[in-house]
């Protein structure tokens, strides 16, 4: 079974940026497309963006395109989210998923697609 687990959470002002890391252990890596998702108090889970197997495909919500950059990095076994521009309506748990069903190159948004979930870590950004 894999298991992730996130960092790279924390307080920031609008306007500025953080990145997340998520760490995968057990499984070969480059099995899982990878995904991002988050969870604002009071709403649903949504989907952030994903990134294939291999070959660097990427797929964002419209609210993120621009400003967040999904990347994933199979030596090491971590994907990332280099989150700038950042805005209080990001604040959210922010959690990441594998998904080793897809093909090499898809990017899955659905998050009933994913069979792993990291902890999450939380983001805040104030106003």
């Known amino acids: 079974q894999v298991q992730l687990v996130e960092s790279g959470g924390g307080l920031v002002q609008a306007g500025g940026s953080l990145r997340l890391s998520c760490a995968a252990s057990?499984?070969?890596?480059?099995?899982?497309?990878m995904g991002w998702f988050r969870q604002a108090p009071g709403k649903e889970r949504e989907f952030v963006a994903t990134?294939?197997?291999?070959?660097?495909?990427?797929y964002y919500a419209d609210s993120v395109k621009g400003r967040f950059t999904i990347s994933r990095d199979n030596a090491k076994n971590t994907v990332y989210l280099q989150m700038n521009n950042l805005k209080p309506e990001d604040t959210a748990v922010y959690y990441c998923?594998?998904?080793?069903?897809?093909?090499?190159?898809?990017?899955?948004?659905?998050?009933?697609?994913?069979?792993?979930w990291g902890q999450g870590t939380q983001v805040t950004v104030s106003s």
């Open positions: 990134i294939a197997r291999i070959g660097g495909n990427t």
């Open positions: 057990r499984g070969i890596f480059s099995n899982y497309a």
């Open positions: 998923a594998a998904d080793f069903t897809a093909s090499i190159r898809a990017t899955p948004a659905a998050g009933g697609l994913y069979d792993y």
